[in-house]
Nanobody
Framework: VQLQAFGGGLVQAGGYLRLSCAASGSFFSIHTMGWYRQAPGKQRELVATITSGGSTNSADSVKGRFTISRDNAKNTVYLQMNSLKPEDTAVYYC???????????WGQGTQVTVSS
């Protein structure tokens, strides 16, 4: 499974971005997909996840601002990020679990920079 993330960039505080991550390659089924982020000097943290059935979970820091969604037919997960804050600046990674053993795959990361 290869995960390709798109949509990062530089935006002013209060602005918005939409990230997308598509899974490709040979696989049986994609289960939970999600977004994580890692700011300089900090550990990678969960942003939001979504199951194949559409159930979502998100970090308290992004609730009400970020929305995760997915298109199962396209094996793609999205992250709509509104009301961005400088503290949202990080490299954002997508993750997907695949197959009967729920093997985890990571995308290459996309940089999000929010200026104040």
């Amino acid at each position: 499974v290869q995960l390709q993330a798109f949509g990062g960039g530089l935006v002013q505080a209060g602005g918005y971005l939409r990230l997308s991550c598509a899974a490709s390659g040979s696989f049986f089924s994609i289960h939970t997909m999600g977004w994580y982020r890692q700011a300089p000097g900090k550990q990678r943290e969960l942003v939001a996840t979504i199951t194949s059935g559409g159930s979502t979970n998100s970090a308290d820091s992004v609730k009400g601002r970020f929305t995760i969604s997915r298109d199962n037919a396209k094996n793609t997960v999205y992250l709509q990020m509104n009301s961005l804050k400088p503290e949202d600046t990080a490299v954002y990674y997508c993750k997907a679990h695949e197959g009967s053993n729920w093997h985890a795959y990571w995308g290459q990361g996309t940089q999000v920079t929010v200026s104040s």
